[in-house]
DNA sequence: AAAGTTGTTCAAGATTTTCTGAACTAAAAA
DNA sequence: TTTTTAGTTCAGAAAATCTTGAACAACTTT
């Protein structure tokens, strides 16, 4: 897909092979998913796929987002399972087609609450233990290193308590509604 | 530099080259942020610097985090000019050192805080006028289109006002100390 | 059956990001 | 002045990530 430049003064001229059937307005709000998935660290077209879904009125099917998007059935397919996982979008099922069909999940506190889930939950499950392991290494070391280390491992366990504790509380500010 | 696998279980071989002279602890710990570093998808030279600094007993100057993490002049001054922007690292000067020494900055607020607002500030500022501009696009669609787009537009201020008033509490609880 | 749909998987290609090292500037020491 | 040291910059190499498309599986329709 070619979601080029946008913005107002949008001096960009489609590609040749743009014959893609996307509205000025998909086109700008699907390039705002863009931004925020770059800022994430997420690749673009799975930013692609939510962003048509979120626009669009109405679910659709892989096909059409194949089309329309004009991306590869591969990025597609991965792109739904990938989105499915995490909650992002949902299957609807449509009376007298056999495919399935897709919507955008559009509420923040699902959102943000299994993203944060996804990149941290892991990590806060791990540092602990490994926190522990690390602190019998210190063994063979000055006294003076010996304790800042200490202190520094004692540091990062803070850390990683704040973490755990600011989640829910954030999910919440999130979530109200 | 060649954090290898890790974890209790160690049963990998340090490659040839690896003069590296890290202790155990060292390499747990600078292991600990680039696996945070990932998550948050930085890179790895950058987080081996900061986790470096970070179990140091003493500041550090560039030449020495060459050679002990086996990286390149051009990453190491890169990523410490990085980290200086960011906030994370600090200059120390060292009397009778013509060369500039670094420590860590270790308070969770200041390294969080700039963090996020390097992150989303931008955005917040860019979203709100382009969704003005969004919304005047809508006008050759059918009123059903229209009706849902205008809707997903007011879902999207929400979204940025509550990623606004979200962040000063964010602060606040990283921060108390 | 055979032919057509719908969708998944994955190796290879394309693209993006990160790292390196050599060339360079600036300043200090000899 | 010349030489050495500290550090930056940036083009190209290397590595990581993303996308594609062809092969395939499973299931419907003809």
């Not at 930013?47 to 194949?66: N, Q, R």
């Not at 602190?135 to 280390?149: C, F, M, P, R, V």
Request: glycine share 6%.
């Amino acid at each position: 897909m070619e979601v080029f430049a946008g913005s107002s003064g949008n001096n960009a001229v489609p590609p040749e092979s743009a014959h893609s059937s996307l509205q000025p307005v998909e086109i700008e709000i699907i390039h705002l998913f863009i931004q925020f998935a770059a800022a994430l660290g997420q690749p673009r077209s799975v930013a692609e796929i939510y962003g048509l879904l979120f626009v669009s009125d109405k679910p659709l099917a892989m096909d059409t987002l194949i089309e329309r998007l004009n991306m590869s059935k591969g990025s597609a397919s991965q792109g739904l399972k990938y989105l499915q996982d995490l909650g992002a979008v949902r299957t609807i099922y449509v009376a007298g087609d056999r495919r399935t069909h897709y919507v955008a999940v559009a509420e923040l506190r699902k959102l943000a609450g299994r993203y944060l889930r996804q990149q941290t939950l892991t990590h806060f499950e791990e540092t602990d233990s490994r926190l522990d392991r690390i602190a019998a290494l210190t063994q063979h070391l000055s006294e003076d290193q010996k304790k800042h280390i200490a202190e520094r491992i004692s540091l990062l366990r803070r850390w990683e308590r704040t973490g755990r504790r600011v989640m829910p509380f954030l999910l919440k500010m999130l979530g109200g509604e």
